[in-house]
């Protein structure tokens, strides 16, 4: 009995979190009429496309496509990815192997950045940017959400870097590797997981992130599609059909990348890698 009322509370909070979404692509496949019916239905009676259609081949603004919005996007999420993972692993490893003043500061100064509300930096950032020459353009949305991921992305990969057995790196010195050859063909392949783990972290926070893509972008060809959709909310109407559509459409690119890292998200690959 208790399994079973575990199993049973398991499935409704399941139920609970997937409703949402389930709601959001239904609605996306339903015409107005259905929407905004008196009578909402949980499946839709005339599916259609409708909504994806007009979002996909029609204008948000003036000669600027939903397509547009996604693949500016794309580029600041697996720039900031691609990037968070080097210097991260980078700084995670000099971290973890090696012993230096003030290297007790550093960790303590990773977890008080996660504390600093972002609205607090907005500002900031901005005249930063602004020095930079880097405003109204694409590497200043970069360049912060990478330094919004990097504290998080080393404190998370500092343990897993720390949990390799240092055997392992001395047995590859001692067979002749190099350094490089020893971090690229030892150490790599078995901090992958905690990797990808802070991978997922930086692309949903360069993917979702709003505020400063706002702030920091003008040009309307380089809106992120977080932006994009702040243009299906109207002042007296909100277009609540392609609202939908265009939320499952920015669901999937995360959904799909879980998908494709999420086999490497496994633990223990160091288990028995060295003799006891």
């Known amino acids: ?124 950032l901005f005249l930063m940017i602004q020095r930079l020459g880097l405003y109204n353009t694409l590497p200043s949305l970069i360049l912060t959400y990478l330094g919004f991921s990097l504290p998080f992305a080393v404190w998370m990969l500092r343990g897993f870097v ?8 001395e047995a590859a010195a001692i067979d002749g590797a190099s350094r490089a050859q020893t971090f690229r063909k030892v150490l790599f392949p078995l901090v992958a997981p905690g990797l990808v783990a802070t991978s997922i972290f930086s692309f949903i926070t360069a993917w979702n992130e709003l505020i400063f893509a706002l702030t920091f972008v003008n040009d309307q060809h380089k809106y992120t599609l977080p932006v994009a959709m702040t243009f299906f909310f ?27 890292v999420q086999r490497r998200m496994v633990s223990g690959l160091v288990a028995g890698a060295v003799k006891g």
């Open 1 to 124: 009995m208790k399994k079973i009322a575990l199993n049973g509370a398991g499935l409704l909070v399941a139920l609970f979190a997937a409703f949402p979404v389930y709601w959001m692509v239904a609605t996306s496949l339903k015409p107005n009429k259905e929407i905004f019916s008196a009578t909402p239905r949980p499946v839709p009676a005339e599916p259609t496309l409708e909504h994806y259609r007009e979002i996909l081949t029609g204008n948000l603004i003036p000669g600027v496509t939903f397509t547009d919005f996604f693949l500016n996007s794309a580029l600041v999420a697996v720039a900031t990815v691609l990037l968070s993972g080097l210097v991260a692993l980078l700084a995670a490893t000099a971290v973890a192997r090696f012993r230096f003043k003030l290297r007790t500061t550093f960790l303590i100064l990773l977890l008080v950045v996660q504390m600093i509300p972002l609205e607090a930096l907005v500002i900031p």
């Open 234 to 260: 109207g002042r007296d109407d909100t277009a609540w059909g392609s609202v939908m559509a265009a939320s499952t459409l920015f669901t999937l690119p995360v959904v799909v990348f879980f998908l494709l």
């Open 162 to 169: 720390a949990a390799v057995p240092k055997e392992l790196e």
